[in-house]
Every structure is written in C-alpha cells, then in structure tokens.
C-alpha cells in the first residue's frame, strides 16, 4: 500500500465561496485536498497541481463548500415512513446538500419513550448511520428526545456512547422550561448539543413552545425559530433575535413570512452569523430535496441579503455553531463541496445576482471527503456550464 496521500485536483474554478461571512469570496481558481482534507487553494499558476488521483475541471463553475441541513428528522437508511419515502436523502445531495443533522428520530413507528428504550434508540441510530452512509451522505443522528425521569447518569451515558446530541426539546413529556432547562444543562455538561421545538405544535404530543420556555431552557440551537409549522407571534420571535446568543434555526417547513422576519431583524441587530438552515423534513409537508438551495435563494431574495453572505447560512455559519468540521473553505476541513453554476435561461449576470434573485443555481457535482459522490443534479434545474471528471 501506498503512504502518499490520495490528491484531488479541482482546477478552472470560476468563483470560490468560503462558507465565512467576514470573507465569503476567496480570490482563487484552484484547490487541492490531500486524502479528503482541504489542503490549499489559490491561482492554479502558484500550485503543484502534479501527481493527482482525482482531476476535476470546474469549467468555470462555482464551488462552495457542502451545504448542511441543521434540522433532519431521519429513520433508518434512505427510508422514511413519514411519507413512505426511499432514497430521500440521496435526492438531498443532489440539492447540493452534503450533510444532514437529526433533531429527533421522532417518526419511528412504535418510537419508545421509555428512558431505557429512548436511550437504547439514540445510540442505535447514531450508530447505524456511522456505519452507513447513504449515496456517501454524512448524516449525525441518534438525537434522543428528553423525557420526565430522566437524570444525570443518562445523559453521561449517552455522550459516552457516541450520542452528541439531543431530540427537539418539547417532543416528549417535559414541557416546563425548569426540567428542560436541567437537563440542556446535563446535557451540555458532557458534550451533547440541544435543539428547542419552537413556536405550535407539529406532530401529536408536542405542544406550544413559547419566546419564554426557549429562553428558559437555554438550549444551542433555536429550532425552527419560524416555527415547524405554526410561527410565534412577530414580537415574541423579535424578543428571541434581540436577547438570544443561541443559533437561529430558519427551516423550509415553517412560515415563511416569519422566516422574512427573522432575518431582517438578525440583520439590523448585526446577528447574521446565528442564522443556520434546516428542512425540518421528513415531514407533513414532505420531503425537500432543494430546501436548503430554496431557502438559501428566498433569504437573499426577500431578506436583502448578498446571495454569498446567504450561502453562509447553509455551511459556514452552521459549522461553526455546531462545531463541524466540514462547511468552511479551510486548511484540514473535510474536502466537501458543491460545484453550481447559474441555471439555464435564469435572469441576473451571474450565479450569485440570480440566486439574489430567488432563483435557484444549477449543481453540477457534490463530493464529500475528497470523493465524487453525485454529478449533475437530476432536481436542480439545468445549469449553464457543468464540472467533470478529467
């Protein structure tokens, strides 16, 4: 076996977004990752670009890094019984999305609620998608959904098995924010991320989850701060953008009135970077295999936001308030990206004025650590110009 290591080329790059705010375009044309991490980029005239594994030439295409979908709500493999759907999320990478997180495998048929069944679940699902990674998709599951009589122990137990995070707050029994708040701390504590059903109920058994209750418990992540499905009132969403450090987790399957809202006020108060992007699909509203470009278009649309800030959204932003390491342009970051170019016939001079536009890009390829994992999209609309394999 060979000792060097496995070098992907992807040259004639015609725009590098970073997936950072603070610098959402790099001035290159070229990158090269080495055995699935990002090594350098730059002018393609300044790089060693001999003794590649992989060559892709861009075409003039545009890459970024993967887009993430922060609010999944996975089952087991590429099945979903919520809409008695298979190879969903196969179809979500060819949305340019690369990984997936779960807020909950709430949709199991017979799902337990008992704490040992709860627990016997999450570390069962967190590891049957370790193991398995549909189409090449990363996918973080195993995210139990807290329930009255838990305690400490459990939690510790949990994170000592490789469970990282937790089930939307307010799916299961505890609905008071004095419990939920305990338990975000336990969990916490030992390296589990949280995540807070906000705004109505979606599914039976959850209930209304108030701007008071998400301030109480204090979790890492609002989610669906525009609500899946039913929003809060205007003030009570404004009240969370104004006083809250947490992430603000805007989703396909909510109000999108409210997600207008909510990212206009995280932009006057200077709060951008906590915007994060989910689908909150599977769900009854279906599956998106596009959400996250859809959101991405809608934000920078209605949201008077440049379309590269909007991408960040979708990677960067979400990679760094949940502590990924994929997402970013980045030395040592996992080599995922999506190569898009303006689709066809789509109005504005170039790929970011389109998007500014609400229109959706065209992906060409999606790879993730290094390896070709889809090529042209069979959902995006046709792009202009398409990457390929040299």
Not at 103 to 116: F, L, N, Q, S, T
Not at 266 to 291: F, H, M, Y
Not at 370 to 387: F, I, K, W, Y
Request: proline fraction near 5%; charge should be negative; include cysteine.
């Amino acid at each position: 076996m060979s000792d060097t290591p496995k070098k992907l080329v992807i040259r004639n790059i015609g725009l590098m977004l970073s997936g950072k705010m603070e610098e959402p375009i790099y001035e290159a044309d070229c990158l090269i990752a080495l055995d699935g991490k990002i090594s350098e980029w730059g002018r393609e005239k300044d790089m060693d670009l001999e003794g590649a594994d992989t060559v892709i030439d861009a075409n003039g295409v545009t890459l970024a890094p993967g887009l993430i979908d922060s609010h999944i709500h996975p089952v087991v493999g590429d099945y979903t019984p919520r809409q008695q759907q298979l190879h969903w999320i196969d179809s979500t990478l060819h949305g340019g999305v690369t990984t997936l997180i779960s807020a909950g495998e709430v949709h199991m048929p017979g799902r337990p609620k008992d704490i040992v069944g709860l627990k016997a679940m999450a570390i069962a699902a967190q590891r049957w998608y370790e193991n398995f990674r549909p189409s090449g998709m990363k996918v973080h599951a195993g995210a139990p959904v807290i329930e009255h009589g838990m305690v400490e122990e459990d939690f510790k137990e949990l994170a000592a098995a490789g469970v990282t995070l937790l089930g939307e707050v307010g799916l299961g029994t505890v609905k008071d924010g004095k419990t939920a708040q305990q338990m975000v701390t336990w969990a916490r504590k030992y390296g589990i991320q949280s995540t807070i059903h906000t705004g109505g109920p979606s599914i039976p058994g959850s209930g209304l989850i108030d701007a008071d209750m998400v301030m109480e418990t204090g979790t890492d992540v609002i989610g669906h701060i525009n609500g899946g499905h039913s929003a809060l009132p205007d003030d009570q969403i404004l009240c969370l953008c104004e006083s809250c450090k947490a992430a603000f987790e805007i989703v396909h399957n909510g109000n999108e009135r409210a997600a207008v809202l909510t990212i206009n006020a995280a932009r006057e108060l200077g709060k951008l970077d906590q915007v994060i992007l989910g689908t909150d699909g599977p769900a009854g509203s279906g599956v998106q295999p596009l959400g996250i470009l859809r959101m991405v278009a809608m934000l920078s649309a209605f949201g008077n936001v440049p379309a590269e800030v909007a991408f960040c959204f979708a990677n960067g932003n979400t990679s760094r308030q949940r502590k990924l390491d994929t997402g970013l342009i980045e030395k040592g970051m996992c080599a995922d990206f999506v190569l898009m170019d303006q689709a066809q016939h789509a109005p504005g001079k170039n790929i970011l004025e389109s998007v500014q536009l609400g229109n959706l890009p065209g992906v060409g390829m999606t790879v993730i650590d290094g390896v070709v994992c889809s090529e042209r999209s069979r959902n995006t609309p046709p792009a202009n110009r398409l990457p390929q394999v040299v």
